[in-house]
């Protein structure tokens, strides 16, 4: 019992460390927009805590001057800094440097749009924290962004990823477990297409707060189970998951029209982070049944109490994220 005990406090430290890290490791994100020749409009998003952001900083090549004093706030746990240059010649051929990425553990997604409707989209990295603006990009160098954009947005979705979690502790079989995986991957592929898109449209804090509810329920679903009952989630998952999965698409998407699409090659970017979010997925759903497999070959461990922990520890995590999104509506 105290092995237990001690197994969910450690569970619970790594859910919450989880959420308090997520702040850090997301992506900040840097729009440049051409308004008119060498005139560009700058929206720089850094991760922040309450009103402690990132030391990350945008350093624009030697003939870029301000225009103006820069607008600064915080919103919705970023600190966002808006401001208008002036680079005469244009940055086409010039480089911009992230300061501070070196030695930070987040990644820094730019996308540049120019007066002729020719856009750039790249990530930087603390490995890479400049970039040679080139205007443009080929096909595969825009494949490779959006599909690392897309393994990158799953992997730190620790609520989507609590949701397939869930779903794997619901399920027993394997082959339902994989129709399961299915039905989501399709449904949400079909919203995400949608929406990213225009033909589809949901406010997105209330997608983000049903979200958090989607996972609630599969908590609670979880709690509920007993050998020898089984519950509708049971019976038929892939139902669940593809109703949820509609829902969790309108998400992805969300993080998408943040990215934004080129206006060339739509499609192929499209499709290449929807592949990127299926492979972050898969690598996630890999690792648990590695890990499992893993405990019973060491320890022998029966699994319902087990279940029945990670369902309240679940359903509470999300429950939290419900309120605090609930509360993000009159933000």
């Given at each position: 019992m105290i092995r237990l005990f001690a197994a969910l406090v450690c569970l619970w430290q790594i859910l919450s460390a989880a959420q308090a890290q997520a702040h850090e490791l997301r992506p900040a994100y840097l729009d440049i927009r051409e308004t008119a020749a060498g005139d560009f409009a700058?929206?720089?998003?850094?991760?922040?805590?309450?009103?402690?952001?990132?030391?990350?900083?945008?350093?624009?090549?030697?003939?870029?001057?301000?225009?103006?004093?820069?607008?600064?706030?915080?919103?919705?746990?970023?600190?966002?800094?808006?401001?208008?240059?002036?680079?005469?010649?244009?940055?086409?051929?010039?480089?911009?440097?992230?300061?501070?990425?070196?030695?930070?553990?987040?990644?820094?997604?730019?996308?540049?749009?120019?007066?002729?409707?020719?856009?750039?989209?790249?990530?930087?990295?603390?490995?890479?924290?400049?970039?040679?603006?080139?205007?443009?990009q080929t096909m595969v160098e825009v494949a490779k962004t959006y599909f690392l954009l897309g393994v990158e947005h799953i992997l730190?979705?620790?609520d989507h990823l609590l949701f397939v979690l869930a779903l794997m502790l619901l399920i027993r079989d394997r082959w339902m477990l994989l129709t399961t995986i299915t039905a989501f991957t399709l449904a949400h592929s079909i919203t995400l297409a949608g929406a990213a898109l225009g033909y589809l449209s949901l406010p997105q804090k209330p997608v983000e707060a049903a979200?958090?509810?989607?996972?609630?329920?599969?908590?609670?679903?979880?709690?509920?189970?007993?050998?020898?009952?089984?519950?509708?989630?049971?019976?038929?998952p892939w139902l669940v998951a593809f109703a949820f999965g509609l829902l969790h698409g309108f998400g992805f998407a969300g993080a998408l029209k943040e990215i934004g699409l080129p206006q060339t090659d739509v499609p192929l970017a499209?499709?290449?982070?929807?592949?990127?979010?299926?492979?972050?997925?898969?690598?996630?759903?890999?690792?648990?049944?590695?890990?499992?497999?893993?405990?019973?070959?060491?320890?022998?461990?029966?699994?319902?109490?087990?279940?029945?922990?990670?369902?309240?520890?679940?359903?509470?995590?999300?429950?939290?994220?419900?309120?605090?999104?609930?509360?993000?509506f009159w933000s």
């Open positions: 700058i929206l720089w998003k850094t991760p922040a805590l309450g009103e402690m952001r990132l030391g990350l900083y945008v350093h624009l090549p030697e003939p870029c001057r301000p225009k103006g004093e820069a607008v600064n706030s915080f919103e919705a746990g970023a600190y966002f800094e808006r401001w208008m240059a002036s680079c005469p010649g244009g940055l086409k051929g010039r480089s911009l440097t992230i300061d501070g990425l070196r030695t930070s553990l987040t990644d820094v997604l730019v996308r540049l749009a120019n007066a002729d409707g020719s856009t750039q989209v790249a990530r930087l990295t603390p490995e890479t924290p400049s970039l040679v603006v080139t205007g443009s730190l979705g620790f979200i958090a509810l989607s996972i609630a329920f599969v908590a609670s679903e979880l709690a509920r189970s007993r050998p020898g009952q089984r519950r509708t989630s049971e019976t038929y499209l499709l290449t982070f929807n592949l990127g979010v299926e492979a972050g997925q898969l690598l996630f759903v890999a690792a648990v049944l590695v890990a499992i497999r893993a405990a019973n070959a060491l320890v022998a461990i029966s699994f319902a109490p087990v279940r029945m922990a990670a369902s309240y520890l679940i359903g509470t995590m999300s429950m939290l994220w419900l309120v605090t999104r609930i509360e993000s």
